[in-house]
């Protein structure tokens, strides 16, 4: 080969690559979990202290867990989209109150409103910990295996539900 | 108004960039002089266009209209003056003005200091010059106007990132722009030398000095970026690696290699090709940079602003140009005879071992930067390439770059005598290990790496001693003064730029050796001890500043029990963005920065204080700045002021004489 065409050789393969990156997004985190079991879990509920709830109710359901807390401020951004979403009853959403003090989270779900059927009270973070949670809000979207099929790290927002959960909700929902 | 006269300019500069691209270089291909010499007037033009559109942007921050969207993005009425002017190139659309506003100065430039050049050479360089602009006037109309109107007017505007009012605001990004564009002259010569198929040493010639001040202004940009981050950012680090700092690093490594291959054109007719290769290179590499920063296919912390569709015009235009220029180079570069042969020991030989060097660090550099995209685009996993995978390859291509640096000068060119110049540098090697080996113990702690920085340090300085030396032995005249005075300054240049380097390297291994850190929760009035200073914590008070609030903390510092300086860290709230800065407070030295900066408020008043020790940091950026220095000092050498005005037509020497005595 000719050597003087090894510079624009190299100059087009990087380009190549770079085409490719453009349609890609360095912020996304791809998760380990995703397509794995969601692991199992049994917690007190927050409303009901007695009662227990418990991930292997749920299979056969395609479902929602949405990790969050009172004290967090990216929870009340996605709040009132997480109100419109359990509005429409396409899929249930279930809670999962991420270390936090129960009164405070009470106080919270009464202020601005309670998309959760049930929520679970995770107060040690154990839970959090086996599903690898970088931080709330984290919403996975588990399918009726109990398999995760989606995991959105921080708010959810208009744009993220109806293009990716609602349309994944469908599919796993037909199966 | 105002905007729309704005808008008008740059679309009126893109006609005159279409005109300035295409008939100035059809001319010189067919020999016609009336197209040739279009090229000058429509630079200028286009140079007073852009100004023009620049000053419409600049004066629509100042009388914050708020109807322009860009101004009500990037600024706000609370906003100090000096920061309001400054956010015309605080996000992607005023950037991009500043960046062609900054190519048409460098027309400008061109069209002042070129009448020694022959009429279809500099044709070709602003034709070649007019295309690159024309990209940019194009980019800017088509999907990222500055002037868009935002109807109904904005009340007040976003305001600019507050990480982004700062003096370093003012200063870098003008700076690192003169530089990444300033290559574009560069390049415009290997591409007019390419076309017109005479890549000579008269080509190396030109090509020099233009090289050389754009090599300096692009030192010191990354220099103040790298000290604006050092006390702006809170974490005391002056170069994180990250890929816009790379993307500014790297067309420095081409430029570095192309003056020296210059060199060697210049001088020797040698490494014609190459030179020619690094030419593309280095310009090729800053809109390499502009593309990483602007699209953002990368993380980091530079991405302020960044959108694909933007990216998609920027890539395309990157093939356009960089693969065009690499086909022609494919193409003509073949032709082009190889120079004069050189032995394997020779000035030739280590200018050739510093090129190699520098060209794989940038390689590496390189590839870290888009490592992590290339994996994505191939669906193996994500990652992110750190300082450890930098620091481990960098230092190690840089070592033996850095003791040749010693030894090339005094190398003869085409054939030097190994034995002799060992004998002629002995003392210089002797000096260098014995201080290297003893320092650090005197010091008070010996590693290997901290002998090896202040061995190569003191290595580069005693080697340029002995270079200066010799010459002034070879020097006629009686006095030393006399004999110091007709020493070039082209050469002085060279050794002071090579002993900036010298004192970089002195910075950074001191501050690796010998700082020192201390995150402390300090209640009012306890103490904390680092590097022999004593901070007494006084408590933190709330202020008010023109655009934000802060807690303001007061300590004093004493050494020896005696009073050395007091310190005030800031922690500031800018309440439009509601964004939180960390302004630390840095007590800089010559030979150490205390460095405090507030971390959380605790109860009853205490917080949690992040202190450093840091010893000789300041030498980092001195020594980029005695580097610029040295470019500077290279480029006001007598040959050029000479061959520019040999070549100016022909002037009564009287009036020449006169002229000169003004000057």
Request: hydrophobic content about 50%; glycine content about 10%; overall charge neutral.
């Amino acid at each position: 080969m000719n050597r003087f065409l090894l510079p624009l050789s190299i100059f087009v393969v990087v380009v190549g690559f770079l085409a490719v990156g453009l349609t890609l997004n360095p912020r996304e985190i791809p998760s380990p979990l995703v397509g794995k079991s969601a692991p199992d879990f049994s917690l007190p509920q927050l409303h009901d202290q007695g009662k227990v709830f418990s991930s292997n109710e749920l299979t056969g359901k395609v479902w929602l867990l949405n990790f969050w807390a009172s004290w967090c401020s990216g929870c009340k951004t996605e709040h009132p989209v997480l109100m419109q979403l359990a509005q429409s009853g396409e899929v249930p959403i279930y809670g999962m109150d991420y270390k936090d003090q129960r009164e405070e989270a009470l106080a919270w779900l009464r202020r601005w409103g309670n998309p959760y059927p049930v929520t679970a009270v995770d107060e040690s973070g154990r839970v959090g910990i086996n599903y690898g949670v970088y931080g709330v809000p984290e919403t996975y979207v588990i399918d009726k295996q109990g398999v995760i099929r989606y995991k959105q790290i921080g708010p959810l927002d208009d744009d993220v539900v109806a293009k990716k959960i609602l349309p994944l909700v469908k599919e796993l929902q037909a199966k | 108004m105002i905007p729309e006269i704005g808008q008008f300019a740059l679309i009126l500069a893109l006609c005159v960039a279409i005109v300035q691209g295409s008939l100035p270089i059809y001319g010189a291909a067919v020999g016609n002089s009336a197209l040739m010499s279009m090229a000058k007037p429509a630079a200028r033009g286009q140079f007073l266009l852009v100004l023009i559109a620049f000053c419409c942007l600049g004066y629509a921050f100042a009388v914050k209209d708020f109807s322009v969207l860009y101004v009500a993005a990037t600024s706000n009425s609370q906003l100090p003056l000096h920061y309001r002017l400054a956010a015309i190139w605080g996000a992607h659309e005023g950037s991009l003005l500043l960046w062609t506003f900054i190519l048409t100065v460098w027309m400008f430039a061109v069209t002042l200091f070129s009448a020694h050049l022959p009429e279809t050479m500099r044709a070709r360089i602003l034709g070649v010059m007019g295309l690159v602009s024309m990209g940019f006037l194009l980019f800017m109309l088509s999907v990222s106007n500055p002037f868009e109107r935002l109807i109904p007017a904005a009340a007040d505007g976003r305001d600019l990132n507050p990480l982004l009012q700062d003096p370093g605001m003012v200063m870098h990004p003008p700076m690192l722009y003169m530089g990444y564009v300033g290559f574009s002259v560069a390049f415009a010569f290997a591409i007019a030398a390419l076309l017109g198929g005479n890549l000579d040493a008269a080509w190396a010639r030109w090509s020099r000095p233009w090289t050389t001040v754009a090599w300096c202004f692009l030192t010191v940009g990354i220099a103040l970026g790298s000290g604006w981050a050092y006390y702006e950012l809170g974490w005391g680090g002056w170069w994180f690696w990250d890929p816009v700092e790379n993307a500014s690093f790297m067309p420095w490594l081409a430029g570095t290699a192309l003056i020296h291959s210059l060199a060697v054109t210049d001088k020797r007719g040698g490494f014609k090709v190459w030179t020619v290769l690094l030419a593309i290179m280095a310009f090729s590499l800053s809109l390499l940079g502009t593309f990483l920063v602007r699209s953002g296919v990368l993380t980091s912390v530079h991405a302020f602003a960044t959108d694909p569709k933007r990216g998609l015009f920027i890539l395309a235009f990157l093939a356009v140009v960089i693969g065009g220029s690499l086909l022609l180079y494919a193409w003509r570069a073949p032709r082009v005879g190889l120079g004069g042969g050189f032995d394997l020991v020779s000035r030739e030989s280590m200018l050739l071992a510093n090129n190699v060097l520098l060209i794989a660090a940038l390689g590496s550099v390189l590839l870290g930067t888009l490592y992590p995209l290339f994996l994505d685009a191939l669906d193996l996993g994500k990652i992110s390439v750190g300082p450890p995978y930098f620091d481990a390859v960098f230092a190690p291509l840089m070592t033996p770059a850095l003791f040749l640096m010693g030894i090339g000068p005094l190398a003869q060119w085409k054939k030097a005598n190994l034995p002799e110049l060992a004998m002629r540098l002995r003392w210089a090697f002797g000096v260098s290990l014995v201080t290297a080996l003893a320092l650090p113990f005197v010091l008070g702690k010996w590693t290997p790496l901290l002998s090896l920085g202040l061995l190569l340090a003191i290595w580069i300085v005693t080697t340029a001693a002995i270079n200066l030396r010799e010459r002034l032995a070879h020097v006629d005249g009686s006095s030393l003064a006399g004999r110091l005075a007709a020493v070039p300054r082209s050469y002085w240049g060279m050794l002071l730029a090579h002993c900036g380097i010298a004192v970089f390297v002195v910075g950074v291994t001191m501050v690796k050796g010998f700082e020192t850190e201390q995150d402390v929760r300090m209640n009012v009035g306890e103490t904390a001890t680092i590097g022999g200073y004593t901070f007494r914590f006084d408590g933190a008070q709330d202020i008010m500043g023109p655009n934000y609030t802060a807690a303001r903390g007061t300590f004093h510092v004493s050494r020896d029990g005696r009073d050395a300086t007091v310190m005030y860290p800031e922690k500031r709230r800018y309440p439009v963005q509601n964004q939180i800065m960390t302004e630390a407070a840095i007590d800089s030295g010559l030979l150490r920065d205390l460095y405090v900066s507030l971390g959380e408020p605790l109860e009853d008043g205490a917080w949690s204080v992040r202190l450093y020790y840091k010893p000789f940091v300041d030498w980092i950026w001195g020594g980029c700045l005695i580097m610029a220095l040295g470019g500077v000092l290279a480029v006001s050498d007598r040959r050029y002021r000479l061959a520019w005005r040999r070549e100016e037509p022909a002037v009564p020497a009287a009036t020449q004489t006169a002229g000169r005595k003004v000057a």
